[in-house]
T-cell receptor, first 111, second 113 residues
């Protein structure tokens, strides 16, 4: 059974730092992995989608990597800003096409 | 930019009453999802539609929850009767199909008192 884990559950860093959020999954048989952002009380915003054949995807200051063999993905945020404060969730798409979600990492960027 | 529309944004209802949520997906998106999210957890899939057909409702508590997408466009999720444990955020999402980027609405907060 596929399980997705995000550690740590919460992270606080000073503004301007580069940071990495982690996502691990137990079954490497996935079609893709997606990273989402969720602001308090709001819906989720898709940030990056990495297909199983890809190693990374980039969008602005965000870079997501995927290593299927080790069951890991990282979301790298460069030059963090207070507006990056949110909860970041990863989700993997296995063979039955039902997304399996992590519980998220709550990120706080201190001005 | 096209968005997934949901209403109401907030709903407070008494236990045993009926409540309904509405969702209008992004135009052209064949796949529509209803999720439930409890604070501090990832979303839980309740039901997935492909056009007007249900493709997965294995996690939907069918004794009290129902969902429909009659014309394959907008969708309604109903709870009757509501229970205290149903308090959560109900999220609608849509995509072109399996494996494509999923777009979420703002969510509907339900509080059952």
């Amino acid at each position: 059974k596929q399980e997705v884990t995000q550690i740590p559950a919460a992270l606080s860093v000073p503004e301007g730092e580069n940071l990495v959020l982690n996502c691990s999954f137990t079954d490497s048989a996935i079609y893709n992995l997606q990273w989402f952002r969720q602001d308090p009380g709001k819906g989720l915003t898709s940030l990056l989608l990495i297909q199983s054949s890809q190693r990374e995807q980039t969008s602005g200051r965000l870079n997501a990597s995927l290593d299927k063999s080790s069951g890991r993905s990282t979301l790298y945020i460069a030059a963090s800003q207070p507006g990056d404060s949110a909860t970041y969730l990863c989700a993997v798409l296995p063979s039955n096409y039902q997304l399996i979600w992590g519980a998220g990492t709550k990120l706080i960027i201190k001005p | 930019e096209a968005e997934v529309a949901q209403s109401p944004r907030y709903k407070i209802t008494e236990k045993s009453q009926a409540v309904a949520f509405w969702c209008d997906p992004i135009s052209g998106h064949a796949t529509l999802y209803w999720y439930r999210q409890i604070l501090g957890q990832g979303p839980e899939l309740l039901v997935q539609f492909q056009d007007e057909s249900v493709v997965d409702d294995s996690q939907l508590p069918k004794d009290r929850f129902s969902a429909e997408r009659l014309k394959g466009v907008d969708s309604t999720l109903k709870i009757q009767p509501a229970e205290l444990g149903d308090s959560a955020m109900y999220l609608c999402a849509s995509s072109f199909g399996d494996g494509n980027t999923i777009y979420f609405g703002e969510g509907s907060w339900l509080t059952v008192v």
